[in-house]
Every structure is written in C-alpha cells, then in structure tokens.
C-alpha cells in the first residue's frame, strides 16, 4: 500500500517566495493533518481536515500560512510570503475515521534563505 | 488545551539494557496514548499505542504502561539492540479526534 505521500522532499528558496507543499493521504483516510517540527518547538499540528473540511487551524503561526484540501487525495500548505524562521520539516499525515492511528508521510524539508 | 511533557530529551544505553522513557500530559479527557519512533530523514511511524482502559500493553521488546490518575504513561524498550536508536515520541489525545499533541521526544542512542 502506498504511504501518504509528500512533495517535495526537499525545497531551498529565498526569503519573501512563495512556497506550496502536497501531500497526498492514504487513500480511504479522511482525516488529513499537516505538522511542523524544528529543534526547538518539536512536533507542531498546524492544521487538520476532516473529510476535506479544516476543523482546527489554531496551530497556524500567522497569516502567511493557508492551507486547503480540494479533494479526498489531495491537500496543499502553501507559505507566502515565507520566510528564514519558516525553515523546518512539514509533515503529512492520515488517518482512517473513527481509528486512532496516523500514519505520517516522510516530510518536506524546507529551507529558507 | 493537551500539553505532554516528556523525560528525557537525550538517552544512551548500552546494548541488552532496558530503556525507560516517561511522558506526563495535562488533559484528563484524553484517552489514547501512542508512541512514534522517529528515524532519521523519516517520519514518525507508530510503535505501540494505550488506551484509557488498559494499564499495560507488551508487544515482544516493548511495553507502554499508562497511570490515569497520576496522569503518566511510560515507554519501555528491553534487550535494547543498535537499531533502536532514533527519535521516540509520546503524545495524547481525545480518541478518535485524532489530533495528537507530542512530547517533544527522546533521542535514544543504544551503543554496541
């Protein structure tokens, strides 16, 4: 089965670009969740959906950040303007309704410069 | 809202001792404790995970117990092997909300 997956894996880009991150879910999940982690804070929840509705955007720092799910398969984080503090993994991840686990794709690794 | 707390940040043992990694969280209503192992470029995969009405769960080298009143649960890794080490996570949550709050996890380093 294939995982929940993220692109891209890697992004190096100057400050003040815009940034868009996807991720596709397992497919029958219908809950999505975007994540953040960096040294300092760990593993942050930015943001779900539950069957393509955002339910909790509490975790988003700030208005450069939005973030959308079209469909079931398909989910964008996108940072604009973004900037160096941005830097850090954003992490995708599903889970099928009514079940407890999440399973998380392997990350964006972001850089901004 | 859920806030976990996790001990310690950094860990070494030496191979075939045991590891012990505890975790406290804040929310009484949160009922289903999962641990994630973390390997290095990857994402967290899940272990093992607890819920509210078991005190304790194995699974072959690994084992979670959980005390509701005083609010903890711990990791416990046996036989420790190199392949162990990595990034472990503890985190809670409400069920099937599914919307987990992670402690800010234990870097475990198993030295052969």
């Known amino acids: 089965d294939a995982g929940v997956i993220q692109s891209p894996r890697h992004e190096v880009t100057e400050m003040g670009q815009e940034v868009t991150l996807r991720c596709k879910p397992i497919?029958?999940?219908?809950?999505l969740f975007w994540y953040r982690q960096t040294m300092m804070r760990g593993l942050e929840l930015l943001i779900y959906?539950?069957?393509?509705?955002?339910?909790?955007d509490s975790g988003m720092p700030e208005d450069r950040f939005s973030a959308k799910m079209p469909n079931a398969s398909f989910s964008t984080l996108k940072i604009q303007p973004s900037e160096p503090r941005d830097s850090a993994v954003y992490f995708c991840?599903?889970?099928?309704?009514?079940?407890?686990?999440?399973?998380f794709g392997e990350g964006s690794w972001l850089t901004v410069v | 809202g859920e806030n976990v707390e996790q001990h310690p940040s950094t860990l070494s043992v030496q191979e075939g001792d045991s590891a012990v990694i505890k975790c406290t969280y804040s929310?009484?209503?949160?009922?289903?404790f999962p641990w994630y192992k973390q390997e290095l470029g990857k994402g967290p995969q899940l272990i093992i995970d607890?819920?509210?009405?078991?005190g304790e769960k194995k699974d072959q080298r690994i084992a979670v117990t959980l005390n509701k009143t005083a609010k903890h649960f711990s990791l416990h890794i046996t036989e420790t092997q190199p392949e162990d080490s990595a990034v472990y996570f503890c985190?809670?949550?409400?069920?099937?909300?599914?919307?987990?709050?992670f402690g800010k996890g234990t870097k475990l380093s198993v030295k052969p």
């Open positions: 991840a599903s889970i099928l309704g009514g079940g407890n686990t999440i399973y």
């Open positions: 497919s029958g999940h219908n809950s």
């Open positions: 959906f539950n069957n393509n509705v955002p339910i909790d």
């Open positions: 929310d009484s209503a949160s009922n289903y």
């Open positions: 607890i819920r509210s009405n078991v």
């Open positions: 985190a809670a949550s409400r069920g099937s909300q599914g919307n987990l709050i």
